[in-house]
């Protein structure tokens, strides 16, 4: 249970911050936004060292995520340009607690910027504690598992067996 939320109902407390949208406005605003972010993406993973010459290197992975990413977004926002135009509206979409989608779009815009400041391992434990934080998990003991985890798994996929360093 959130501390945001009424312990007997789940509901959330009135002073929560919620920011109304209609759906369509929604759909097509987050779709355009992630496609950009996906370019960005496609843009940075082109641009990092290639030491496996013609087999799957280190760019292909996040390349061909970053071009699934902009795919399905402008599928998404173009479905709310389809509502649009057809005049089947939805319902408003409520976000509670709109800051900390803001301090999440934040973070992941700073995440490329702290692997060139501090490298792979260093910028993804912040940057995956803080996501954390934001997203109300505050257990340290729970995030420092969490974030070992992760980096124990990239550790042991991309550099033991794919042979690719990580920065």
Known sequence: MHKDQDETHGEPTP???TLSLSLEISDIA???A?????GWFFFQASILPDFSGTAIGAADFPKGLAALLGVTSIIFAGAG?????SGRL?????VRQPMRVLLGIVLLIAFPFMMDAFGYYIAMAIFLSAFLYVANRR???AIALYVGGFLLFTKLV???MLGTPLP
Do not use: K, T
């Open 30 to 32: 987050v779709g355009l």
């Open 81 to 85: 340009v389809r509502r649009i135009v």
């Open 90 to 94: 939805g319902e408003r979409v409520s």
């Open 15 to 17: 002073d929560a911050a």
């Open 158 to 160: 991309f550099e033991m």
């Open 34 to 38: 992630l496609a950009a972010l996906a």
């Open 139 to 141: 257990n340290p003991i």
